[in-house]
């Protein structure tokens, strides 16, 4: 893709390890500049539910132009709406001429400080989120909302939008579809890509203690309530076949989930939170993903199963269910806590007689989730409004 001669600011709240791959695509095709509400600290990881504090052990700001903006909010943190307020932020774009910004997303005070900036100085403002209409809300908040939204969505010239449900979120609220843009969720597909073919199934099991012969159900994420962990051991209970489940994270349900498994005869393998740099071993020991969350926008544990070939099973609560679940051919998904449908799903995809096709259908529907065509998507909107 040629370079875009123009400039681009960004806004984000903190280094994501899923957004870094993306700057540094987009800085390839457009002059960028990012601008970090936020620096983020072990604390702050774990206060949003991981359950030990850590930094992310992958180089997340290398290669793409960036600026830690000063954050003046009495509790600093990137978890409540007041927690990031970055005034100096307005005078940036005041000064710097963007020929547009983008905002990953609008549930922080800087996010607003830079709406402000840019609605005062002209200059075009887009956004990328993922919020879709799934997301529980009480009836009430929702009646509330509506309004609000239909105006404040209004205010953006494109909203990128990373998956179908996350686009009916913007169509609901008033957004022409002549101002969505397709920007995907995406992880560092390249990296997992290249960390897993020097990876062996069978050393690693024998690493953590795994028979050979077991089907492996992983569990990626948080262990807290939403996510439902503990599906996962009501859904293996009672199958005929050598089933373990692995889960490689932390959270408040731990010592829930291993009652459980005592209760019930279920093998359980945790394997506390695991950084990015150990995921593909991870990924690579196991024959299933579930994601049994009640609520999630979306799920880029997903991204990285298939990525590493591994199909995937979902709730239908979880955001990527329609883009990246094909039943039968990338995994299955099943209504939200009904672990009798969670077990056939399971019967149905660890009974195939080969793992060779679920590998190669997974890895074919996710080249199409990739930061270069998020991107891509970031580029084009950009075009559109400043053409």
Known sequence: MRMLNKKLGVIASHPIQYQAPIFRELGNMVETHVFFAHDDTPEDQAAEGFGVGFQWDRDLTSNYNHTYLQNNAKKPGFGRFYGCNTPEISGIIRV??????????????????????????????????????????????????????????????????????????????????????????????????????????SELRRKYGIHEDSRVVLFSGKLIKNKRPLDLIYAVEGLKEKHEVVYAGAGDQTSKIVALAKKLNVKVRLLGFKNQSEMPAVYTIADILVLPSSSETWGLVVNEAMVCGIPVIVSDAVGCAPDLID?????????????????????????????????????????????????????????????
């Open 96 to 201: 710097e001429s963007f020929d547009a910004f983008l905002l990953m997303g609008w549930n922080l005070y800087s996010y607003w400080q830079a709406i402000f900036a840019c609605k005062t100085n002209n200059v075009p403002v887009m956004v990328r989120g993922d919020s879709h209409l799934g997301t529980p809300r009480r009836a009430m908040k929702q009646m509330l909302k509506r309004p609000l939204y239909l105006l404040m969505l209004k205010l953006f010239d494109r909203c990128l939008y990373v998956g179908e449900r996350n686009k009916k979120y913007y169509l609901n609220y008033g957004i022409r579809e002549n101002k969505l843009v397709f920007s995907p969720h995406a992880v560092d597909n390249t990296w997992f890509e290249q960390e897993v073919s020097n990876l062996s199934k």
């Open 327 to 387: 039943p039968g051919e990338t995994g299955d998904t099943y209504p939200v806590g009904d672990v009798r449908a969670l077990r056939n799903a399971l019967c149905r995809i660890l009974g195939s007689t080969s793992e060779q096709p679920y590998a190669e259908m997974v890895r074919r529907k996710i080249r199409k989730y990739t930061p270069t065509i998020a991107a891509m998507g970031v580029v084009q909107a950009m075009e559109g409004i400043t053409q």
